[in-house]
């Protein structure tokens, strides 16, 4: 019995699911991607694209000690020896998005759109579980890989939250979801875009320069077209001119300064400039809805590419809604109320969606969104993968 056991410490007590979801014998989980970009207020998005990860060995509960049947780590089933074969429904390899998950439940008759709703909830509830002991901070994010387990019935079972997932191209499958998915990830913070480096060999200057500058960054460019195979001498050779080139230039440079930065030469320009990003609301960074890259979280936006909130569902606040901002000393009280906000607005999605799922049981994705829409009056994407 549970009762039975006794520690002096903190334990972690973990329940194995008998009755897995198999696909052509094999077990499986989910890796979906989360990004939490603000606590305070607390806002959530889950990308609409993921994986779907086999055993490489079929499930079978007579071999208890044998994790390719029993564990879904791609980083332990690549070295199985089933790996590479081509399994019986699964096919070679280990992944497999979304979509193609979803049409392999199309195919063999599942109605998966309440599972996925499921899945959204329970991802929010997680979040939500820690939300209130973290810290307030305007210029970092979480993202989050949350791997889930399907049984037999359809119903999805947290495993674990990973930190910073990783990110790795490890096959086609990975570099078709991962890819898109920092894309959007850049495009939903607002990041700006920063020079990377890639064009240090580029020699260009938009500042008035003499001509005789302008004569040796010309012989400098045309070094670099000549051969390959130029000695390691004649390269020194080359970057020695340049260097000698730097004051000259500098000076051009400094010149000309406020009118430079849209176009420059990191060669070349050496002018000091702040960390950090203002973003495009500098004059309302004392808002604690605002972070350091001038996104306001207090309205975020429904979607970004393939990232759709789950949370708020609703992006006008209602009179109910509790903020964040308030007091340290009232900071407890709040975030309490807002749970309990939170956990009520979230049964009452479940309810709704179950509901919806139950009477028209073969509705087609849209009708379903369009339908649970409408019974919320929800002003938001309802998040599900395409197929």
Not at 62 to 80: I, M, Q, V
Request: charged fraction near 25%; include cysteine.
């Amino acid at each position: 019995k549970l009762s039975d056991l006794t520690y002096d410490n903190a334990a972690v007590v973990q329940r194995y699911i008998e009755n897995p979801f198999l696909i052509g014998g094999y077990k499986f989980d989910l890796r979906l991607y989360v990004c939490v970009p603000s606590y305070r207020p607390l806002t959530i998005y889950l990308y609409k694209e993921g994986l779907a990860r086999f055993a490489t060995e079929k499930f079978s509960l007579e071999h208890l000690n044998d994790p390719f049947r029993h564990l879904t780590n791609f980083s332990l089933n690549k070295l199985g020896p089933g790996y590479s074969e081509k399994k019986e429904r699964v096919g070679s390899g280990c992944k497999w998005t979304f979509r193609q998950l979803r049409r392999y439940f199309e195919q063999a008759g599942y109605y998966d759109w309440f599972l996925w709703q499921r899945i959204a909830c329970l991802i929010t509830l997680t979040i939500l579980s820690q939300a209130a002991s973290i810290p307030k901070s305007s210029n970092c994010f979480e993202f989050f890989g949350f791997d889930v387990l399907i049984d037999r019935n359809l119903k999805p079972w947290l495993l674990e939250v990973n930190l910073s997932p990783a990110l790795s191209n490890d096959c086609e499958i990975d570099s078709e979801v991962k890819k898109p998915l920092l894309h959007d990830l850049f495009d939903l913070l607002g990041l700006p875009v920063c020079n990377t480096g890639l064009s240090l060999f580029t020699i260009w200057s938009t500042s008035p320069i003499n001509d005789e500058v302008e004569e040796s960054s010309k012989f400098c460019t045309n070094r670099t077209m000549k051969k390959k195979s130029r000695t390691y001498r004649e390269t020194d050779g080359f970057l020695n001119i340049c260097t000698e080139l730097q004051p000259t230039l500098r000076q051009s440079t400094i010149n000309n300064s406020s009118n430079l930065w849209s176009r420059y030469n990191p060669l070349l320009v050496d002018k000091y400039v702040p960390r950090g990003f203002q973003g495009n609301n500098p004059e309302s960074n004392n808002k604690t809805s605002i972070w350091d890259n001038g996104k306001d979280w207090s309205t975020p936006c429904a979607r970004e590419g393939g990232w759709v909130r789950i949370y708020p569902l609703i992006r006008i606040k209602s009179e109910n809604t509790v903020d964040y901002v308030s007091s340290l000393s009232d900071t407890t009280k709040i975030a309490e109320k807002e749970t309990r906000n939170v956990i009520l607005s979230i049964q009452k999605y479940l309810k709704a969606a179950k509901e919806v799922h139950k009477k028209n049981e073969k509705y087609r994705d849209e009708q379903y969104n369009a339908t649970l829409r409408k019974m919320l009056e929800l002003n938001t994407e309802i998040w599900l993968p395409s197929k």
